[in-house]
């Protein structure tokens, strides 16, 4: 089994602003690690920072333990958001040429480009330009080529973005393939529905700083409390008054309701049973996207506030 990466306490700033203000997680070996945020957060930075592209200002990057070094960052396989193919170059061509690039051999590489190329289905394009493909099939080989040199780290930037459903399917069950071989495997996405399904665990950015991290349980856990109730008969309105409690949404008979803190979630009950038969009443945890919106939700409140 291979070794996790740590990031520890990085910090970049270009002048007046902090793309990365005290950057600190880790991703373990063998963990699929989702990390979300929205655009500006401070992602890619990170990656790049990672990779040795970008030099911290303060802050450290090890893998097993030591700061990364050129040779140890060899190992790794980036997945730019920016894809960095050569497009007048053939599939085949390119990819055993990166491969020589970190080290195989002309037969290595070659074997191990062909062996990509067929698993992730798109052999039959192994003699043709890299811009004669599909944006889809671009991802695929693009992945390919973050691979195809054996890394023993994965960081890979929007990997899932322009895929089909099946091109999804396959990237994500070698996503999943790789962390069973013990490789930290961190990635970015906004399909926050494909993050909360593959994940193991999930680092929340906003504006430079992680400011969630743990599996989507724990942070499911530590949203708002939300009771889902089925009311049949009750009026539309029938939680709209209740002190402590705001209606998040309804969809014909059911409501959900968020609870303040302190609120005893037999207010919302007794209420509902004044109207009639409850069919369902049960807590109701927020998604990952919901998660998500309130943390973004609280950064516009306070970057508000800030110019009031």
Known sequence: MTDGLDIDGVSKRYGEVFALRDMTFDVRAGELYGFVGSNGAGKTTAMRVILGVLAPD???????????????????????????????????????YLARLHGMSAAAAK?????????????????????????????????????????????LDEPFSG???????????????KAAEGIPVMFSSHQLDLVERLCDRVGIVRSGRMVAIGTVDELRATGARRILVDAPRADTGWADDLAGVRVVSRDETRTVVELDNGTDDQTVLRAALATGPVREFGQRRPSLTELFRHVVSEDVTAAEGSRA
């Not at 396989?77 to 193919?85: C, F, H, S």
């Not at 039959?124 to 780290?153: F, M």
């Not at 895929?163 to 393939?177: G, I, T, W």
Request: proline letters at 5%.
């Open 111 to 155: 074997a191990s480009a062909d062996r990509w190329l067929e698993r992730l289905g798109v052999a039959a394009r192994r003699d043709d330009e890299v811009q004669k493909l599909s944006l889809g099939n671009q991802q695929r080989v693009q992945l390919a080529a973050s691979l195809v040199h054996d890394p023993r780290i994965l960081v």
């Open 58 to 96: 303060v802050g450290e990057v090890r893998w097993a333990g030591r700061p990364l070094t050129m040779s140890t960052r060899r190992r790794i396989g980036y997945m730019p958001e920016e894809r960095g193919l050569y497009p007048r170059m053939s599939v085949g061509s390119q990819l055993t």
């Open 163 to 177: 895929l089909d459903p099946v091109a999804v399917d396959v990237m994500s069950e070698v996503l999943r393939e």
